[in-house]
């Protein structure tokens, strides 16, 4: 930065290209060290330079991600040498390899020869650093020219470093060797060319053989399982049922809670498990809970998934039944039978058969309502839901009614091209036309017969002859 600076500013962003977030100011070395990440996550940085004018443009984006933990693996495997050494002898192979430099490898034949390790079956890794410790006496013993090579099957062989020419100044002493190496072996090798008895005098033989007291190989931790991938939640009374798509790798998952979105998560009430899923019983209804999960192996807790929410809640009541409507004056009466759950009724009405329909009273607390208000001679459609806390049960089957007025009225006629048209007031419709035929010479009698579909309408049609006899009309109240 060709800036006159007083100090640097470094930003930090987990996408390329930002929006950076400032993690340090006043920075007057060249120098930071960013602790607090997570490993095998990717962080995007830049610097400023600033001075007492102001602040000058982002350098260009650095993008680095922390790995894990150096350490020895070489733990819990085999040991060999080339001679078929004893492994767990005095001096046998396993002390190379046994944590302490308080024992040795020694080979007493004189090199080349090699000192091996095998991981076991199915157990891999990739060694970035290798270090020898010299052995407590004998500095000709020292190994001075080798190669260290791994193997995938302890016949093929990769060279992965030599060295020629090593001392070891003084005894118990460990030197480190980095290596360029990403393939993950079974098996590795110390391939001992020269000790150092053979080095300082140049000679191809030597009578003191090889030893030293610890050969260490040193791998970091390989990346923990990917976050698990469509976690959902379903809300239950009491409970949250969870689940989610298995994380290659993933040897148990942690499931983490919050009552506030984004966090921060807690396992208060929940458990690592070795299933993809999960019921959450220890909730309150009406509480929103948010979760995620997140994958654990060997190599450690991997990244948490999309956050789900879901608030646990009694289930809606059952359908009401028995629904029975009767008509009245300007009105309806309404009767059903209790739903299981339900804390209030619904009551709904239309003029449309099917609806939609109109709430016409909301969270009724008793099995009973009457719709007044209503236009005489009208056909109604009435539906009753459920409630509670948890939501609305669906409608119940449907039924009608039509009010009517309750006071007398005339009927009224006209006869024109041999019919007779017979009309009522519309706030009748609902009333039951009668009728009965009697001869020209008889008296009204009591031979009411009920018109077919008069109770629909308030107008009805008839033939009209005067050889018909005498014929009566009259309306019945429902």
Known sequence: MNFNHDSFKLKRSLVSGGSYTTIATGITTTAYLDLGLTNYTTYYYVLSAVNATGESTNSAELAIAPIGLLLNRATGGTASDWTGSSQNGTEGPAKAFDGTTSTKWYNGNTPPGWLQYNFGAGITWAVA???????????????????????????????????????????????????????????????????????????????????????????????????PTNLSATAGNVQVALSWNSSSGATSYNMKRSTTSG??????????????TYTDTNVVNGTIYYYVVSPVNMNGEGGNSLEVSATPQVPAPTT??????????????????????????????????????AIVAGNVSVLTFTNTGLTNGTLYYFVVSATNAGGESVNSTQVSARPVSPVSTNLTFAVSSGQLQLTWPQDHTGWTLQAQTNSLDADLGTNWVDVTNSLFTNQLIFPFSATNGGVFFRLKYP
């Open 129 to 227: 650093r290798y270090d020898i410790s010299s052995a407590n006496d004998v500095q000709s013993r020292d190994p001075s020219a080798w190669q260290f090579q791994g193997s995938s099957n302890d016949s093929t062989w990769t060279t992965l470093d030599t060295q020629t020419n090593q001392t070891f100044a003084s005894r118990f002493l460990t030197q480190s060797y980095w290596i360029t190496n990403t393939t993950a072996c079974q098996y590795y090798r110390l391939n001992v060319t020269s000790n150092y008895d053979m080095f300082t005098n140049a000679s191809s033989t030597s009578t003191f053989g090889v030893q030293l007291s610890e050969l260490a190989l040193l791998a970091y931790s390989p990346a923990p399982p990917s976050a």
């Open 263 to 276: 966090g921060p998560y807690t396992f208060t009430t929940i458990a690592s498990l070795t299933t993809t």
């Open 320 to 357: 009401p039944t028995g629904l029975i409507a009767t008509a009245g004056d300007a009105q309806v009466a309404l009767i059903w039978s209790a739903s299981s759950g339900a804390t209030g009724y619904n009551a709904k009405h239309s003029t449309t058969n099917g609806g939609p329909y």
